[in-house]
C-alpha cells in the first residue's frame, strides 16, 4: 500500500486523539464526557468518543453562538 494513501476516517477517537482533531482541551473533553454533552462508548476496555458525537456536539455549539 502506498504510503501517502488517504487512510480511511476513523469512527471513534480515543480522547488523546478527540482533543487533537477538536482542538478542545483534555480537561474540556472530560467535563464534556462527566455532564454527559458528549456521549462516550465503552469497547474493548476503551472509552471512545463517536466521530458523529464529536462532530454532533461542535455543530451545537456553533448553533448557540
Given amino acids: 500500500m502506498d504510503a501517502?494513501?488517504?487512510q480511511p476516517d476513523k469512527l471513534a477517537y480515543q480522547?488523546?486523539?478527540a482533543v487533537h482533531v477538536s482542538g478542545l482541551g483534555r480537561t474540556t473533553i472530560y467535563e464534556?464526557?462527566?455532564?454527559e454533552k458528549l456521549k462516550t462508548v465503552k469497547?474493548?476496555?476503551?472509552?471512545?468518543?463517536?466521530?458523529e458525537?464529536?462532530?454532533?456536539?461542535?455543530?451545537s455549539c456553533r448553533?448557540?453562538?
Fill in 63 to 65: 448553533d448557540v453562538a
Fill in 43 to 51: 469497547a474493548a476496555g476503551r472509552r471512545l468518543i463517536m466521530r
Fill in 15 to 17: 480522547v488523546n486523539e
Fill in 4 to 6: 501517502h494513501a488517504k
Fill in 32 to 35: 464534556l464526557i462527566k455532564t
Fill in 53 to 59: 458525537d464529536l462532530e454532533a456536539y461542535l455543530r
